[in-house]
Each structure stands twice: as structure tokens, then as C-alpha cells.
């Protein structure tokens, strides 16, 4: 079976999916909001692969295009753009990501890794629907639910806006770029 962890990395145009509401609606309007979501998320996740044809899409071919870096010139680019902006984004939703660096994403050991992605080093998330849906909303971890809304809604575009690329729409089959791109998909113990 192919996996979405080996996923082609594939450039396509930079290109926008955002526009979400501000969300703090009254409560059962959040749920039902919230339960879309993760439906949104869960296909994010789950059915890149139908979207990931391993097809030449040529991006637009602009001077400092992250694919047509050095791996030098991806080191300083992750230092003076890629961590700056993801600090700024994780400490919206948490101010303990202050001391975020190349760590958090990379895990200790991603200088040695090459900075190979996904990472080894932050959750591993199930590689099935059903899998994700019961991850998600386990009631013994509610802040799940809460996390990958902030993935889906925050992190993913503004990586793959950093990146040049497009974040998957699970409703279009657009762009492909997802969660997979950090987080290793595998089999995930409830
Ligand atoms: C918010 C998460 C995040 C942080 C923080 C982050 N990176 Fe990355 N980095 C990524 C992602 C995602 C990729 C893979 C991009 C892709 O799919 O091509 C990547 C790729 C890289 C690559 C290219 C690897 C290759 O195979 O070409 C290097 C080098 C790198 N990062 C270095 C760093 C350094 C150095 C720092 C700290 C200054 C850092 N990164 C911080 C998410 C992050
Ligand atoms: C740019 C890299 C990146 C992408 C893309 C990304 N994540 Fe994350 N995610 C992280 C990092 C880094 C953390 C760990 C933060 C920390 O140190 O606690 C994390 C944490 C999480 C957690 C919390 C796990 C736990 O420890 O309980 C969940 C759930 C999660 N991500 C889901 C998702 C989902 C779902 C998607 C896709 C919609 C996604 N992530 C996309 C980088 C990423």
C-alpha cells in the first residue's frame, strides 16, 4: 500500500485556502462547527493520497523558490523566515511556544537527521479515517480536537504558504500539502 508518508514532494502554486471565521460562536453552533471541522481535517489527513499523483507540477518560477534551494540556503531561509513566522503562529494559540526553535518541529536530533521530514520527533497520527476520527474525538483527550483544528486551520497554510506550496482541500483534492509533511502517519494505540 502506498503510504502518504512517502509522499511526492511535488510544488505546486502558492495559493491561499484561508478565510475561517473567528470562532468563539455560542456552544452548540461550536460544536457543530467543530464536528465539520474535524470532518475537513480528517480528510486532510487521511485522503492526501488520492491527491498525491507524484506529478511535475511546475511551480512558479520566482528566484528564492524554497524548491530550487541548497540545503544551505533552506537552513538560513527556516532561520530567518520559516521559524520567526511558526514561532509567531504557535505562540497565538500558546504562549509556552516562546522558546520554540528548530526542535520542536525537527526533534533534537534533526541536524543530524538532515532536518528529514516528517519527524520522528512529534506524534504520530493514525493513517486511516476511521482512525483519525476515533483519535481525534477520544474523550480522554479532548485537547486533540482543539490541536488539529489549530493545524488544520493555522499551521498547515501558513507552512505551505512559507513553502510555495498548497495546502490539501479535501473538498477539491487541491494542493498537497498536509499534515503528513511533519507528522509521521502510522498505527496509533487509543
Ligand atoms: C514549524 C515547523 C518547523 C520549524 C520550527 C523548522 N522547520 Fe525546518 N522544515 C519544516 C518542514 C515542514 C520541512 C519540510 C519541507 C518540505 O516538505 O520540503 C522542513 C525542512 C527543512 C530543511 C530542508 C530539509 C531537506 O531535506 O531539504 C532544513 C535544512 C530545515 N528544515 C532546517 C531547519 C532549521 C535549521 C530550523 C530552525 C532554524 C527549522 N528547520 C525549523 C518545518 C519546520
Ligand atoms: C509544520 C509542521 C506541522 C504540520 C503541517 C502539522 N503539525 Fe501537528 N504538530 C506540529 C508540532 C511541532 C507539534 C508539537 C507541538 C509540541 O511541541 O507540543 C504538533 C502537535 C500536534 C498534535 C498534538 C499531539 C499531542 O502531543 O497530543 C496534534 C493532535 C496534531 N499536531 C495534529 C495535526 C494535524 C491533524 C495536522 C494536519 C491537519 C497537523 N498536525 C499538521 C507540527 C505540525
Redesign the pocket.
Known sequence: MRSMITADPATNDARTTQGQPDHAPPSDRRTRTRSAVVRR?SM??CLFVAACGGAEDSGDPEPTAWKDMSFEQRVTYMNSDVLPR?KEV?VAYDPA?ETMDCT??HGADGATRAYAMP?PA??V?PDTEEG?LE??QDPE?P??AE??TF??EK??PE?ASLLQRVQYDPTTGNGD???N???TLGSVKP
Do not use: P
Request: include cysteine; charged fraction near 5%; charge should be neutral.
Open positions: 481535517v486532510a489527513a511558526m504557535f511556544f520542536t518541529c519527524s512529534i506524534a497520527l483519525f483519535y481525534v483527550h485537547e486533540r490541536w488539529s493545524m488544520f499551521v498547515v507552512m500539502f498536509s499534515c509533511n511533519c507528522h
